[in-house]
């Protein structure tokens, strides 16, 4: 098949992990895969040097952004159409905001249609009708949430809504995104279908030798014996930093061997960082900055639990990524953490409740052994399920079925 991925920028991220991966195992699978992206503009870092020598094409829209631009956003689709025009694809296969929008609505402009009259017992497709693209679009997490404005949310479901109207299938990363776009009114039962998003599980998977592991801790100021909670998340709006903060403030009067280790970068570092200082947390609340990709599973296995409170979030990729470096997880009960955190992986809580927080966190500081088991279970429960082939296998059945229609 020729199969077209659209997505609005090559950031660290999830969803920028996730196409990539997919991008290549579809090209490794004989199939004709091009990736149209945007600049990777903003203080995230990102994933271009991942798609050199790879087997697939990579064209950038240099005004696909993510931020709403009336003139780049119609220069972005006119690109984009004309890009579609030249491929002819079988399958368009759209992600995040910006590019689903503009993606589908493009891939929908471009459909041909079949020159000749139908034949009634003809069941073979011919070229022209090959030639006319299916619209796949994959929710890593909806534009709309509790919150936000009532009257933006409203903005945004309309959108979506309108957009559904262009799209053939809907991939989800999780269940709870099917659920929450249905209950919006967005699609059919029958458009969807979840595909856990795809980890390189190699290097999570993989012992780090213990020399290595020290001299992370000593270059991030930690002690060897101390006991690290780890978040790997953008230092951004909603990824629930304040709450983790303020729970540092009551476990650290407890626990004088306990440190908070915040992964990431974002337009929240330099307000963070004062905040901590301010507070007096400076010795227990540390921040390693952007950490490029192959450094993350480094950070988690150099920690004992992996915290993420994200109040918006598909199915964060940290949550199984530190389960399958065998660390427990905390994190608040939102869209899809559910169908990996439990009782017998980590501590499942009430979104934004501190004293639940606190709570879970001083359980697990005090258990070295219920650390150990729980992180075992929870690799155990994620190794298969978040496999790159299992979500390739997914996504290249509903592209099958799709173009065989």
């Known amino acids: 098949m020729k199969i077209v991925h659209i997505i609005t920028r090559l950031i660290l991220g999830g969803a920028q992990e996730n196409t990539l991966i997919t991008c290549r195992l579809l090209a490794e699978r004989g199939h004709d895969v091009t990736l149209l992206t945007g600049p990777a503009i903003g203080p995230e870092g990102e994933l271009f040097a991942k798609t050199k020598d790879a087997p697939y094409k990579v064209i950038v829209v240099d005004d696909m952004i993510r931020a709403i631009s009336p003139l780049k956003d119609w220069s972005a689709y006119r690109q984009v159409k004309k890009i579609l025009k030249e491929i002819q694809p079988d399958v368009v296969h759209t992600h995040s905001a910006k590019a689903g929008i503009l993606g589908r609505y493009a891939a929908y402009s471009s459909k041909q249609k079949w020159r000749g009259k139908p034949h009634p017992t003809k069941k073979r497709a011919t070229s022209d009708e090959r030639r006319v693209p299916k619209v796949v679009h994959t929710i890593h997490g909806l534009a709309f949430h509790q919150y936000q404005n009532g009257l933006l949310n409203k903005f945004y479901i309309a959108i979506e809504k309108a957009a559904a109207k262009k799209t053939d299938h809907f991939i989800c990363v999780a269940d709870a995104m099917t659920r929450q776009a249905l209950d919006a009114g967005i699609g059919k039962p029958e458009q969807f279908t979840t595909a856990y998003s795809a980890i390189e599980e190699e290097a999570f998977l993989e012992s780090i030798p213990d020399e290595k592991i020290t001299e992370f801790r000593v270059h991030s100021g930690i002690s060897k014996d101390a006991v690290v909670l780890v978040t790997v998340a953008r230092l951004f709006e909603l990824k629930g930093h304040d709450y983790i903060i303020e729970s540092a403030k009551q476990l650290s009067k407890r626990y004088d061997n306990v440190i908070w280790l915040f992964v990431g970068d974002g337009n929240l570092s330099d307000y963070y960082k004062k905040l901590v200082t301010d507070l007096g947390l400076a010795h227990c609340i540390k921040f390693t900055g952007l950490l490029p990709p192959d450094e993350i599973p480094l950070a988690m296995q150099a920690a004992d639990i992996l915290v993420h409170c994200s109040l918006r ?64 279970q929870g690799r155990e429960s994620v190794e298969q399920k978040f496999a790159p082939d299992t979500m390739v296998d997914t996504i290249e059945a509903v592209y099958g079925k799709l173009t065989a229609e």
Do not use: H, Y
């Open 313 to 376: 979030e598909g199915l964060a990729r940290a949550i199984p990524q530190g389960l399958l470096c065998g660390k427990p997880a905390i994190a608040f009960d939102l869209d899809g953490s559910a169908e990996v955190v439990n009782d017998n992986t980590g501590r499942l809580i009430e979104a934004r409740n501190v004293e639940q927080l606190i709570k879970a966190s001083a359980e697990l500081i005090e258990n070295k052994e219920l650390r150990e088991r729980l992180g075992r």
